[in-house]
């Protein structure tokens, strides 16, 4: 006798679930807007903007699908009052073909967590150093590598390393960072004083130019954000939110410790983001600016790098969102390829390899002049 009533309070449990997913896709489509110095909930709701698009989209499908017209028109609405954000996060951009006679070149950004391997420890050799070899970049990026020695490249061969070095004779970076350069071409360190007693932890990034032949210079910002500085275990908190009893336990933990590290980590990238910008805002030429962000598109230390004149290359060449954080469930797309100038992003593509908690990404460029 019950049977009757299951329509009804199923439309009425979608119809609530639906106005929370919609007024969750604005909240996080716009939660870049808002400086996390003062308002850090919408910056967390923002990181998982690419997977509130998906569920507003199927939500429209399945009320379109049952003639519902106000809530397929409420979230059509939401779509579309979300577009530009949700375009950072979901793009509609394609891989482009290269211009005859123009020059180009391949860059990796890539955190590398000091070449540890998490998937698999016990492999023998350093699967990390071997995917950088057989890649064949002309340039990688690199964060969470103190120096080029055999302490940092673990477990790798002499003959692995002595290969390595012989492919990228050009390295730069300062030993007190943890952010480096290899390039087939020479590479130089830009003057930028790195000034520790005087940032700190805000000054992320280190500023290089790469000089390719028939005269072609191009800036190069390297970065690493702040983390969200989270340990092994407040990161598994995410992992177990797969029970009614989890979930309820790690939104205690949740309010108890790790609000309180997400809101100082969205504090501290907003002022690496404002330094960087007053960096970006004194280079002409062609710049790429790459690496960890820690924080995702439509962000707002995203934005604020961006300005009015940068561009994202992932968003250009590819379709829909990705993810280049791998573990602890955190599928967040917080690595990143902007660039300006005389410059065309023809490619970017994530890495497959899983050593680091980040894969790298691999793009193309070319010089456009």
Request: with cysteine; hydrophobic share 40%; glycine share 6%.
């Amino acid at each position: 006798m019950f049977l009757p009533l299951v329509g009804p309070i199923f439309r009425n449990v979608m119809r609530v679930v639906s106005t929370v997913v919609y007024l969750l896709t604005i909240l996080s489509a716009f939660g870049g807007k808002f400086n996390p110095q003062y308002f850090t909930i919408p910056a967390v709701f923002t990181l998982a903007l690419p997977y509130f698009a998906i569920a507003t989209g199927v939500l429209v499908i399945f009320w379109a699908c049952m003639r519902k017209l106000i809530f397929t028109g409420l979230g059509v609405g939401t779509i579309i009052l979300c577009m530009a954000p949700m375009a950072q996060a979901f793009p509609f951009g394609s891989k482009k073909s290269p211009t005859e006679g123009k020059l180009k070149f391949s860059l990796m950004s890539y955190n590398i967590l000091h070449t540890d391997d998490r998937q698999d420890p016990q492999y023998p050799g350093n699967r990390a150093v071997e995917f950088i070899l057989h890649s064949g970049m002309d340039i990688v990026c690199l964060a969470e590598l103190h120096n080029f020695t055999p302490e940092e490249f673990k477990k790798a061969s002499p003959q692995l390393v002595d290969s390595l070095i012989r492919a990228y004779p050009y390295r730069a970076g300062l030993s007190s960072t943890d952010i480096k350069v290899m390039s087939k071409y020479p590479v130089e360190r830009t003057g930028y004083k790195w000034d520790g007693e005087r940032y700190g932890w805000s000054q992320r990034f280190d500023l290089f130019k790469v000089h390719f032949p028939g005269g072609h210079t191009l800036n190069l910002a390297m970065v690493h954000l702040y983390s969200y500085d989270l340990s092994e275990d407040e990161r598994k908190v995410v992992t177990g939110m797969r029970s009614a009893k989890g979930m309820k336990n790690s939104a205690k933990e949740f309010k108890s410790t790790i609000y309180s590290k997400l809101r100082n980590a969205f504090q501290r990238r907003a002022e690496n983001a404002a330094l960087l910008r007053k960096e970006i805002d004194r280079i002409s030429g062609p710049l790429i600016v790459c690496g960890d962000f820690n924080d995702v598109p439509a962000s707002w230390s995203y934005n604020l790098i961006m300005g009015d004149d940068l561009k994202d290359a992932y968003t250009e060449t590819n379709f829909g969102p990705t993810f280049t954080y791998n573990a602890h469930m955190f599928y967040f797309h917080i690595d990143q390829i902007l660039y300006k100038g005389d410059l065309k992003a023809l490619s970017v593509r994530k890495g497959k390899i899983k050593t680091s908690d980040h894969y790298p990404l691999l793009s193309e460029f070319e010089f456009t002049k």
